[in-house]
């Protein structure tokens, strides 16, 4: 079976897990294999993207190439572009 290999943006406040890098490359055939390879990487990471049950917490937008998306089982492919996106808020 073919591994998807992908190329990952990092958003700035992530970027304590991957010791401030900007992109890294990530496996998987879906987002949520993506996820969990970030996570096997850089541990600690998917948890400040999604929730105990399992969805994209509220300040994270995720795209693929161009195309946003809330589905954790979105199919990826060799050479997408992930990018995540953390939402800015404050007063």
Same mark, same amino acid.
């Given at each position: 079976?073919?591994?998807? /290999?992908?190329?990952?943006?990092?958003?700035? $406040? %992530?970027? =304590?897990?991957?010791? *401030?890098?900007?992109?890294?490359?990530?496996? *998987?055939?879906?987002?949520?294999?993506? %996820?969990?390879?970030?996570? @096997?990487?850089? $541990?600690?990471?998917?948890? #400040?993207?999604?929730?105990? @049950?399992?969805? /994209? #917490?509220?300040?994270?937008?995720?795209? /693929?190439?161009? @195309?946003?998306?809330?589905? %954790?089982?979105? $199919?990826?492919?060799? *050479?997408?572009?992930?990018? %995540?996106?953390?939402?800015? =808020? *404050?007063?």
């Amino acid at each position: 079976m073919k591994t998807n /290999i992908c190329t990952v943006h990092v958003a700035s $406040p %992530l970027r =304590s897990y991957t010791k *401030g890098a900007t992109k890294v490359i990530a496996k *998987g055939a879906s987002l949520q294999e993506v %996820l969990a390879d970030l996570d @096997q990487q850089f $541990p600690g990471m998917r948890f #400040r993207m999604i929730d105990e @049950q399992n969805h /994209i #917490r509220e300040h994270i937008r995720l795209s /693929i190439n161009t @195309q946003m998306t809330n589905d %954790l089982m979105h $199919p990826l492919k060799s *050479g997408d572009v992930l990018h %995540l996106i953390c939402a800015l =808020s *404050g007063g």
